[in-house]
């Protein structure tokens, strides 16, 4: 997945200590002031106070920064987590929200645990297209609100006339400024330069504009702890049990997703397990402290690795910085024009969209290209969670038709007068009616050999069909000898065990239908 050129990679510069960590707190400044409205819409989304996200942004932020799988990625609230929470808060309240994201953050360390996170190398790549494209349609149609008012009457209104221009103007400007400021200025993020220019402009000449005060003020303190106030009972566990594991699950393959994605474009690697835990122990703590829960935010990732930010110090910068604006900072914040951060967030658009995905669509296979549109629309109409799974089931059925039809069989007669059938390709669930429609017991003489040695018995339904081949023989009176089956299939085969010649110098050796422990699966 190739980066697009209108939002250039900054590359940390060797100059020093003071000038790696300089890149890496403006990086960490730039995804603050992207973050506050953010995490006030999605606090809107989720129909919390304003502060809920924003605490749910710093805590999740600054833990994830510290003891996540993938240093430089951001997290904090996101809308993929919001849309769900709407629900839960309407009907029981927000104190049931934080008992929520308290047993969310406790799945979530149990998926790190069990080392589950690495079962996101089953994503296919067309599934990651089409994530990354239906997220920055998602991101760039979440920013189309900002060009709305609210009238006398209280109703949301589009933009005409004179504001219309103005705004539209303004985020033109963001654009431009953080696509030619790389070439121009290497020592500010360009972002954070874009946000600054047109803040000043916006400030200087008084421009009459929707700031980021217009939105909510983000004025507080710092979080209290407390435990939810919620009934612990029964009852209450089955309320926000489903909502725990569904907002557990979103989370997670945001997360994982979003890890690979930087990963890929830093060309380095991540921990998935060690990011699952990172994000559970972080749940919790927001939990007590009055935040809405988050994950992995896509867009502030890539603002941060595209700023130059590659170490936890960006991250953790953005936290604190966060948070500085929530105590000390809020009447200077609050002066930002939106559409400054629109612009900013409209750049992440063109960089995180696949634009390579539209010129192989025709090149690639057709169900490739399914799975890639498929997804994107999926993310873009339901959720991140609903599209990765619809993802993955599609391209499992289409390997597995794929697979069932490579299966194939040649026969000859050996010197013993033997019919000797020689199975070639994998057998399992979807090839063993194949499997079984290649013999003919009724018209086969009475001594038959069938040899595995260029096939591979995939799964239990594999040794099944092989069971019934030999008891459709059986019932003929006719001996079939299985030739050239591994060990462990010999053990599980019951009925057939006694059929099977072994050869040790020639039998294959693969696994199936066992048990391997983690370690042995990473091998």
């Known amino acids: 997945m190739k980066t697009a050129p209108d939002l250039p990679i900054i590359e940390p510069k060797s100059s020093g200590i003071i000038g790696l960590y300089r890149t890496e707190i403006l990086s960490g400044l730039t995804v603050a002031l992207a973050l506050v409205p953010e995490a006030v819409a999605f606090s809107f989304v989720a129909g919390v106070h304003p502060l809920v996200g924003l605490y749910a942004a710093f805590i999740v932020g600054l833990i994830t920064a510290a003891f996540g799988g993938r240093p430089g990625m951001i997290s904090g609230a996101t809308g993929a987590l919001a849309v769900v929470m709407v629900a839960l808060v309407a009907t029981h309240g927000v104190e049931y929200l934080f008992a929520t994201v308290v047993l969310m953050g406790i799945f979530q360390i149990l998926a790190g645990v069990f080392k589950l996170g690495k079962f996101i190398r089953m994503v296919p790549h067309p599934v990651m297209l089409g994530f990354v494209n239906g997220l920055a349609i998602v991101i760039f149609l979440a920013q189309l609100g900002q060009f709305k008012f609210e009238d006398t009457l209280g109703n949301q209104t589009w933009m005409t006339g004179l504001p219309l221009f103005l705004t539209l103007g303004l985020v033109i400007l963001t654009m431009l400024i953080i696509w030619s400021a790389p070439k121009l200025i290497k020592s500010v993020p360009a972002p954070l330069l874009g946000i600054l220019i047109v803040s000043l402009i916006v400030i200087f000449f008084n421009v009459d504009v929707p700031r980021v005060g217009d939105l909510a ?307």
């Open 217 to 523: 003020s983000i004025k507080g303190g710092l979080p209290d702890f407390s435990i939810p106030a919620v009934p612990f009972t029964f009852d209450t566990l089955m309320i926000i049990l489903p909502y725990s594991f569904i907002l557990a699950a979103i989370g997670l393959i945001e997360s994982l997703l979003t890890l690979n994605l930087v990963c890929e474009m830093t060309e380095s690697h991540g921990g998935a397990s060690r990011e699952c835990a990172a994000q559970g122990v972080a749940n919790v703590v927001t939990g007590f402290f009055g935040g809405m829960g988050g994950c992995a935010m896509i867009g502030q990732s890539m603002i941060n690795v595209k700023s130059g930010g590659r170490t936890r110090v960006s991250g953790i910068s953005a936290a604190l910085f966060l948070l500085a604006f929530i105590l000390w900072a809020s009447n200077l914040i609050e002066q930002i024009p939106v559409a400054a951060l629109v612009g900013v967030m409209f750049m992440v658009v063109i960089g995180t969209f696949a634009w390579s995905s539209l010129t192989i669509l025709h090149r690639v296979p057709r169900h490739d290209a399914f799975v890639i549109i498929l997804v994107t629309i999926v993310t873009v109409y339901s959720d991140l969670a609903v599209a990765v799974v619809v993802g993955v089931i599609v391209s499992a059925l289409v390997f597995a038709w794929r697979a069932s039809k490579r299966v194939s069989v040649s026969t000859e007669t050996n010197k013993k007068g033997q019919k000797v059938y020689m199975i070639s390709g994998p057998l399992f669930f979807g090839s063993t009616a194949n499997f079984q429609d290649m013999f003919n017991p009724k018209d086969d003489p009475d001594d038959v050999v069938v040899d595995f040695l260029n096939s591979r018995v995939w799964d239990h339904s594999g040794l099944q069909a092989i069971e019934s081949l030999t008891d459709r023989y059986n019932r003929r009176s006719k001996k079939v000898h299985l030739r050239h089956l591994s060990p462990d299939c010999v053990t599980l085969l019951h009925k057939a065990g006694n059929l099977v010649e072994l050869m040790p110098a020639e039998d294959p050796d693969y696994g199936v239908a066992v048990d391997y422990s983690i370690e042995e699966f990473d091998k």
